[in-house]
């Protein structure tokens, strides 16, 4: 068992790498979002309301007077499919949160679902540690938005400072965090990565992060069964 003091020391642990890569994506998302006509106050309540970094990039990027509604929460829905899957496999991680599980399926993000998910590996995910981790992203993420959009003008070719790859680099990071060898991790994550670019090089949309997501998933089922004896043989006596 761990305190509650010790598992908020943990959290902030654990999420400042991605704090640190979560940010550059924020300044982007509310310079591009200034570019597009849209105010201080709508970026926090896009931030806010949506929270959801990826379909909020794509949301901006799609932008236009009127807003094309329609595309935009399709595009939405697509991009966001992964929640479900994501939810899913935390439900019963977080089922001792009691009423606070629909909050922490309100701030649940890749990287909170990430990190909690690790966590399980060796302990229990408790409150304190899942909401410091959850509010310290859903915090920044707030900041880093409303100073990209007051301070845009300095951000106009993220580029050049290597701030588009930040998010890619930290979502690699956090999958070799799963990672138990190459026979039991490799095929789930090779399956979602050859799924996924060639749904991406073939189709348009989002439909590779559904993709890719079910590829990766099918792997671990088809594999389960070698990775079940494979265990067996190393604990025999």
Do not use: C
Request: no cysteine.
């Amino acid at each position: 068992m761990t305190t509650p003091l010790a598992d908020f020391r943990a959290g902030l642990v654990a999420v400042f790498p991605t704090v640190v890569a979560v940010i550059p994506f924020g300044l982007i998302l509310g310079q591009q979002a200034t570019v597009k006509g849209l105010t201080v106050a709508e970026i926090l309540a896009m931030s806010s309301i949506v929270f959801a970094g990826s379909s909020q990039l794509i949301a901006v990027g799609l932008w236009s007077m009127p807003a094309p509604v329609a595309a935009l929460a399709l595009m939405a829905l697509l991009v966001n499919l992964r929640h479900v899957l994501m939810g899913a496999s935390l439900s019963g991680k977080i089922a001792h949160f009691g009423r606070l599980r629909y909050l922490a399926a309100y701030l649940m993000t890749d990287e909170s679902w990430a990190l909690s998910e690790r966590r399980a590996v060796d302990k229990p995910v408790s409150r304190t540690f899942y909401f410091t981790v959850a509010l310290s992203l859903f915090f920044f993420w707030q900041v880093s938005s409303v100073l990209g959009a007051l301070f845009g003008a300095y951000l106009e070719h993220p580029e050049t400072y290597g701030l588009d790859f930040t998010f890619p680099a930290i979502f690699i990071a956090l999958a070799l965090g799963f990672w138990k060898g190459a026979r039991r991790t490799g095929p789930v994550l090779a399956a979602s990565a050859v799924v996924a670019v060639a749904v991406h090089a073939t189709v348009p949309g989002a439909w590779y992060v559904i993709a890719g997501a079910l590829a990766g998933i099918t792997a671990a089922v088809v594999t389960a069964p070698r990775e079940v004896s494979a265990i067996a043989e190393e604990t025999a006596p």
